[in-house]
């Protein structure tokens, strides 16, 4: 029997999509100039991607469950690779949202079978702190892509970007084909997508679910809104240029790690429900904060990223804890639920990632108010999650007749 794939690979795997995804956000604008194309039109880019990761991770764990990881990976790698490729070479923005799509596409797949691999090896047990590492590994991805992106597009132009994906794609590509073996020893003997259809289903029935999953993804959502406005704020308002969006960009994927890496030590402490009120309500403050620098005129690069920070900071707080509260809700589906989960936030992210050029239009306070919504909606729906957590129990302990 072939060695287990080593723990680097997957982790290198999982970090593909997001390096990609997020290097691209602070070139849009040049690229935007490049391509004779309008704001609206290169939000499609980032839009598109986002989409195409969210439908990506339903279809890829069912393919991989029939056909076996290590074909549909090698697959979906080799996607990536063709989509950055055709996105550096495209002459047009038709091109370059083509090559973003496939690009996604395979990133999706290499994100959801990373995870799926490291069970298939380690078992549920064995995974949890292997996992660990590949959260934190994409973490870091997504903290220095928008930097990494930003000086390159400085140095050697937007297209220059998507190069580094063709390199560590094609890296890791060949890597995953040399070193990785087959690791489903079961397989579905069908796709049975009516099945699968079916647990969805079952649940988003769960009112508890429901509320974690609005909550962890309103707060996503004023994420969304930011990154994908303050290119063009950081050009337009402030007269700066990509690089200064990726160096102050650094604070707010930092504070994300930070608040992710405090979450697990004061999880000794607190409950799964006073971190995801901790996290919602920091957010809240910083959202607040934001506006109030929007109100006030004195937009600068540390009142435009600072507040944002303590935005994610509260992410990483409530985030995780909201997750796999949702999770534990779906007993004997939690891949559904997690899948579920983050078709939800992307799809969600998508959409909205496509308004920000019609919310830049109406104002940056328009703008920053839709921010401040986002942790006002995540407590709300938090406090659902709770109340049909707390009537499950009564319920549950009330004697029968």
């Keep these: 029997m072939r060695q287990p794939p080593s723990l680097i690979l997957l982790i290198f795997i999982a970090m593909a999509s997001p390096l990609a995804l997020n290097a691209f956000v602070p070139a849009m604008p040049d690229a935007a100039q490049a391509l004779h194309a309008d704001i609206g039109t290169i939000q499609l880019t980032f839009t598109a991607y986002l989409l195409t990761l969210a439908f990506g991770q339903l279809i890829s764990g069912p393919l991989a469950d029939f056909f076996g990881r290590r074909p549909i990976l090698l697959t979906g790698l080799g996607l990536h690779v063709a989509g950055s490729l055709l996105a550096a070479q495209a002459t047009g923005v038709e091109w370059l949202i083509a090559g973003r799509v496939l690009q996604a596409l395979g990133g999706s797949t290499a994100m959801v079978l990373a995870r799926t691999i490291i069970l298939d090896v380690h078992g549920r047990a064995g995974a949890a702190g292997r996992m660990g590492y590949v959260v934190m590994a994409i973490a870091i991805a997504q903290s220095i892509a928008p930097t990494l992106g930003g000086y390159l597009n400085l140095w050697s132009g ?16 060949l890597f995953a084909l040399i070193q990785l073996p087959e690791t489903c020893t079961e397989r579905s003997p069908n796709l049975r997508l009516g099945s699968l259809v079916g647990r969805y289903g079952e649940v988003l029935q769960s009112g508890q679910y429901l ?10 959502s004023a994420f969304y809104l930011f990154v994908g406005s303050s290119p063009y704020l950081v050009v337009d308002q402030l007269q700066g240029d990509s690089a200064d969006f990726g160096l102050w960009f650094l604070a707010v994927s ?30 809240l403050i910083g959202a607040a904060i934001l506006l109030l620098f929007a109100l006030s005129g004195a937009l600068t690069f540390a009142s435009l990223f600072l507040p944002m920070a303590l935005v994610t900071f509260g992410r990483g707080l409530s985030q995780p804890n909201a997750q796999s509260a949702a999770i534990s809700c779906a007993t004997g589906s939690a891949g559904t639920a997690s899948g579920l989960m983050g078709f939800i936030q992307l799809l969600t992210g998508a959409a909205i990632a496509q308004l920000v050029p019609w919310l830049l239009e109406l104002g940056i306070t328009t703008l920053f108010s839709c921010i401040l919504l ?21 319920s549950a302990s009330t004697p029968q007749s």
């Design 211 to 220: 509320g974690y999953a609005v909550s962890t993804t309103a707060i996503a």
């Design 254 to 283: 930092l504070a994300f790690m930070l608040g992710s890496f405090s979450s697990t030590q004061l999880a000794r402490h607190f409950s799964i429900d006073q971190m995801v009120l901790l996290g919602n309500v920091l957010s």
């Design 158 to 173: 937007w297209q220059s970007v998507f190069y580094v994906s063709i390199v560590m794609g094609a890296l890791v590509w």
């Design 374 to 394: 986002a942790p006002c909606i995540a407590l709300l729906a938090h406090w659902q999650a709770w109340r049909a957590g707390r009537l499950t129990t009564d």
